[in-house]
């Protein structure tokens, strides 16, 4: 086994010593306040062994790492019925992208662009008797840890400037695929986006997916076939437009945020997180994603 200590310490003096730490997003006036000098990484083992090293238990605002979590949520209340109303191909453009939906009669490419994730969110308030409720306890289900909170400065913020996803829950809403009110359904999208998680916390609530369903508490969640198509789809669409990017240098299926968050897993083996705020030009952590492919290159562990 390779000595993951070691390794995580060797790859965050090499982010300490990078010049470019990217840029943080600003289009969400708060994540703009957040100090792109963060750095952390937390490594979760199949057995359930931890690693950490620097920022790994600051909390942040996990974004679009939030859709992998509402999604299992919606496939463990009514499995393949989403298919109907999402399909499961990758974008290839950014994550707020409207022209193809309207092109594809509102049905949205994927559950991890933002208009497949507000499908998913109208899906929960549908099915969930407190969606605000009930989706945070789900996380902290997982996560074996009641700490876990939204940020509702975050959620706020993003509700007075998320003039995208407003005009992207229109047009769903225009073609038929919103059955709630739009207000309804982004109150509870941004406020699942603000939900706040450190490193550790993200590890080990992805952790079901690398383990066949269970999660540490060694409860069954979801199915195996279910955990195949999630972790099919964070490797083909959970990188905005760089997907290929990720699985060429990476090889792992995982998601990032724009909050700098990226969770990363071998089925089977590990689940790895990173926060540095600064992004690169596509929307996804720089230092993260350079972090990741450090990993699996001395490691020698990817899926591939
Ligand atoms: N809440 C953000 C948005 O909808 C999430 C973006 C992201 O992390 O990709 O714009």
Redesign the pocket.
């Known amino acids: 086994m390779p000595d993951f200590q070691a390794i995580l310490e060797t790859i965050y003096q090499d982010a300490l010593k990078a010049h470019d730490k990217g840029v943080v997003a600003s289009y ?1 006036p708060e994540l703009a306040k957040i100090d792109k000098s963060n750095f952390g990484i937390c490594l979760i083992t199949s057995e359930g062994k931890e690693y950490g090293i620097g920022d790994y238990k600051k909390p942040f605002s996990i ?2 790492i939030s859709k992998v979590l509402a999604l299992s949520k919606a496939m463990s209340l009514i499995g393949e019925a989403i298919w109907e109303r999402i399909d499961v191909e990758p974008s290839g453009n950014p ?2 992208f409207l022209s193809l939906l309207e092109i594809e009669n509102g049905i949205p490419r994927n559950p991890l662009i ?1 208009s497949g994730a507000i499908v998913i969110a109208d899906i929960l308030v549908s099915n969930l008797n407190n969606p605000k409720a009930d989706f945070l306890k789900y996380v902290r289900d997982l996560t074996g840890d009641d700490t876990i909170n939204y940020n509702k400065e975050v959620a706020k913020s ?1 509700k007075n400037t ?1 003039f995208k ?1 407003y005009a992207s829950a229109n047009l769903l809403k225009s073609f038929k695929n919103l059955n709630n009110s739009i207000d309804d359904v982004l109150d509870f999208y941004f406020h699942q ?1 603000s939900l706040e998680m450190n490193c550790n916390q993200l590890s080990k609530a992805f952790y079901l997916f690398a383990n066949n369903g269970k999660c540490l508490q060694n409860k069954l969640h979801i199915t195996d076939r279910q955990v195949k198509r999630i972790n099919a789809l964070m490797l083909t669409c959970g990188f905005y437009d760089e997907a290929g990017e990720f699985a060429f240098e990476v090889g792992l299926p995982g998601k990032s ?3 700098g968050g990226i969770v990363a897993l071998l089925p089977d083996e590990f689940v790895i997180s990173t926060w540095s705020p600064g992004l690169n030009k596509k ?1 996804n952590s720089k230092l993260g994603m350079l972090a990741l492919a450090e990993f699996t290159t001395m490691t020698k562990q990817s899926i591939f």
């Open positions: 969400i974004q679009s994550f707020n933002n993003e998320g996803n986006c945020g724009v909050g929307g």
